[in-house]
T-cell receptor, first 113, second 112 residues
Framework: QQQVKQSPQSLIVQKGGISIINCAYE??????FPWYQQFPGKGPALLIA?????SEKKEGRFTISFNKSAKQFSLHIMDSQPGDSATYFC????????????FGQGTRLTINP | NAGVTQTPKFQVLKTGQSMTLQCAQD?????MYWYRQDPGMGLRLIYY???????DKGEVPNGYNVSRLNKREFSLRLESAAPSQTSVYFC???????????FGDGTRLSIL
């Protein structure tokens, strides 16, 4: 049973466009939501994270939007670049037990030049 | 500063063989983790060690054992490998709590 559902599985965006990846969760105890970026042959790396006391967090071209009532959160990549081509994973955990991260299925993002 | 180092990078086993995957971190992190990554499944936590001397089960612990050898090292053992354990295994470490987890580059394991 997947506690964090991620969509789409794959996404193709033109250079300069906006990439949007969505995640939904069921466990209301989740209160820490990180996003990880993974390049081929490498391990995932933390990209950005949010807690539910804010509805949006922005770091450079990357923004997390959070909707607590809908139990959904999303990653927006503005002005997408070919170097952003990677697999992205959303994750969630209870803040007090952040070591027990539950990951989404992943989204393979391709940015066409 | 190597971060998280996993050995080996690739391994092929026959069903029933045993193997230990090694992980070491040089960031003085308290917590260490083992995940498996399968297509369409994301990463799933196998075991973790919140601090030296402690280990706990994650989401998919069956068929695996772990040892937190010291603060730097956390090993994962397959006692009797099965084809269902074919996967990419990632080790990670963190300071603990909600601090970022830093991942190694993985061990690609095939079981025939």
């Amino acid at each position: 049973q997947q506690q964090v559902k991620q969509s789409p599985q794959s996404l193709i965006v033109q250079k300069g466009g906006i990439s949007i990846i969505n995640c939904a969760y069921e466990n209301t105890a989740f209160d820490y939501f990180p996003w990880y970026q993974q390049f081929p042959g490498k391990g995932p790396a933390l990209l950005i994270a949010i807690r539910p006391d804010v509805s949006e967090k922005k770091e450079g071209r990357f923004t997390i939007s959070f909707n607590k009532s809908a139990k959904q959160f999303s990653l927006h990549i503005m002005d997408s670049q070919p170097g952003d081509s990677a697999t992205y994973f959303c994750a969630a955990s209870p803040l007090r037990r952040a070591q027990k991260l539950v990951f989404g299925q992943g989204t393979r993002l391709t940015i066409n030049p | 500063n190597a971060g998280v180092t996993q050995t080996p990078k690739f391994q092929v086993l026959k069903t029933g063989q045993s193997m230990t995957l090694q992980c070491a971190q040089d960031m003085n992190h308290n917590s260490m983790y083992w995940y498996r990554q399968d297509p369409g499944m994301g990463l799933r936590l196998i075991y973790y060690s919140a601090s030296e001397g402690t280990t706990d089960k994650g989401e998919v612990p069956n068929g695996y054992n772990v040892s937190r050898l010291n603060k730097r090292e956390f090993s994962l053992r397959l006692e009797s490998a099965a084809p269902s354990q074919t996967s990419v295994y990632f080790c990670a470490s963190s300071l603990g709590g909600n601090q970022p987890q830093h991942f190694g580059d993985g061990t690609r394991l095939s079981i025939l």
